[in-house]
């Protein structure tokens, strides 16, 4: 599903980072644990093609990502990694169901809106689908989010700090969401963080 191996990045004027070879295959769950400053959300942004590395390369789903040009790069990701990100960003002029559908349409996948619906409802925010972003709680926005990585089926979920902000309770219940929708899409979930209060629950991870 997914496989790095020889991954660096080296920021112009900053740090750089060397990472360690792994792989995550369709329906493992892997946590990527570090303190602040030791590149874990570089390497999110790596897997997710969202910046390119120094040296490298990225398999997903058979594809070296780091080969691709721009436009096939965001072609990929529309098609296959689902993000959610450490705070949910939204185009907030339009509702939370047409968000839902704006990376797909930009990307050339078909995907209805059922599905889209179907994913809302099954995360509990469907009454949310015609809202604005910014009309929704913290909670809610990251369900939403949640559903906006997932419910395109995307072959690879990355998550960055999904629970950093959170109490016991919610994180837990926050990740259970995330593998519960990985485990149903068959897709690789990777979730990025500083919480070592996820550490016994994730039987494959990497420390940086």
Do not use: W
């Not at 910046?51 to 594809?63: F, K, L, M, N, Y």
Request: charged share 20%; glycine share 8%.
């Amino acid at each position: 599903m997914i496989q790095v191996s020889g991954l660096t990045f080296q920021y112009p004027s900053g740090p750089g980072f060397s990472f360690p070879d792994f792989a995550c295959g369709a329906r493992e769950h892997m946590l990527v644990l570090g303190q602040s400053g030791r590149g874990k959300t570089t390497l999110l942004n790596l897997l997710a093609g969202m910046i390119r590395p120094s040296a490298g390369s990225i398999q997903i789903q058979g594809t070296d990502i780091t080969a691709l040009s721009n436009r096939e790069l965001d072609k990929f990701r529309g098609q296959h990694i689902g993000i959610i990100f450490q705070t949910a960003h939204f185009v907030d002029s339009i509702s939370v169901i047409d968000n839902l559908m704006l990376s797909p349409f930009l990307s050339g996948k078909k995907t209805g809106k059922n599905e889209a619906l179907s994913v809302l409802e099954r995360l509990n925010v469907l009454d949310k689908a015609q809202q604005k972003p910014s009309s929704l709680s913290v909670g809610e926005q990251q369900r939403c989010a949640i559903a906006r990585a997932v419910f395109h089926k995307p072959s690879l979920i990355l998550a960055d700090e999904p629970t950093s902000a959170l109490d016991d309770k919610n994180a837990q219940q926050v990740i259970h969401m995330l593998e519960e929708q990985a485990s149903q899409t068959g897709a690789a979930l990777v979730i990025v963080t500083h919480d070592k209060r996820l550490k016994d629950r994730f039987q494959k991870q990497i420390t940086l």
